[in-house]
């Protein structure tokens, strides 16, 4: 009777552990989803707005910028973003992190400066942000790189990184024009400020008023030394005449 009591007692506990092992087993998440570390969560939180950021910001520029050099670089960069979120977010259904759906304040509040933006305002506005905030974005990579705990998160951001850092090179070699928002060559010149003469037409022996060198008072007397001499032979003709 003892060895049958004490058989059963054995059972029992038996199936107390097999029970707790079990529980525990189940509530880890499979397929590499272990439970993640602050850094991992942070990054993939930052990085998920940051793509919603860059991919609000490069429709915008899209529409807006006033260089096709601005507008192409936006395209890249928002269509580059809009490929990395979707792998992000299929990272984050496997370890079972919920993502947000929005930039954070500071991106929307850069969102809301460029929506009221125009002309070469808004491409100084728009490069100013795209360069400050691939630089943010960089130095989070960089920190889960070094500090990041879960496996698939890191490799994620070092598939990630090389492509930032091309962003960030792209957006820092283009510059508004200096020219924009000024009247445009083919606008009349000001009153203010005439074209210089191109020369004066003398005809036959004008080469004297055509000459850039000689002062405009020296032309002016020979010109009135001219007519003087017209008006004198024409005088001394007059009386000729009347002697004869």
């Known amino acids: 009777m003892k060895v049958r009591m004490a058989a059963a007692s054995l059972l029992g506990s038996m199936a107390v552990v097999a029970s707790m092992g079990f529980g525990t087993a189940a509530a880890q998440p499979g397929g590499g989803g272990s439970q993640l570390s602050p850094q991992d ?50 990272l984050g259904r496997d370890l079972h992190v919920t993502l947000p759906n929005s ?60 492509g930032a850092e091309q962003h960030l090179r792209m957006v820092q070699n283009l510059s508004v024009p200096s020219g924009a928002g ?16 191109s020369g004066v037409n003398a005809g036959s022996g004008g080469e004297a008023a055509a000459s850039p060198e000689m002062p405009p008072a020296v032309v002016a007397g020979l010109a009135g030394g001219g007519v003087l001499l017209v008006l004198t032979s024409g005088g001394a003709l007059l009386v000729r005449r009347r002697q004869e």
């Open 182 to 197: 000024t009247a445009s060559p083919s606008s009349p010149a000001s009153p203010s400020s005439p074209s210089p003469p």
């Open 103 to 162: 930039p954070d304040a500071t991106q929307q509040q850069q969102a809301q400066q460029l929506e009221t933006s125009s002309g070469t305002d808004f491409d100084h506005a728009y490069l100013q942000d795209e360069t400050k905030g691939h630089q943010t974005s960089i130095a989070q990579t960089q920190q889960e790189i070094k500090s990041g705990s879960d496996q698939q998160v890191v490799n994620f951001a070092k598939s990630y990184l090389p």
């Open 41 to 90: 969560q942070t990054f993939m939180t930052q990085n998920a707005q940051t793509d919603l950021a860059e991919i609000a910001a490069g429709k915008l520029a899209v529409a807006r910028a006033t260089t096709t050099q601005i507008r192409q670089t936006a395209q890249t960069i928002m269509s580059d973003h809009q490929q990395i979120l979707s792998q992000l977010q299929g």
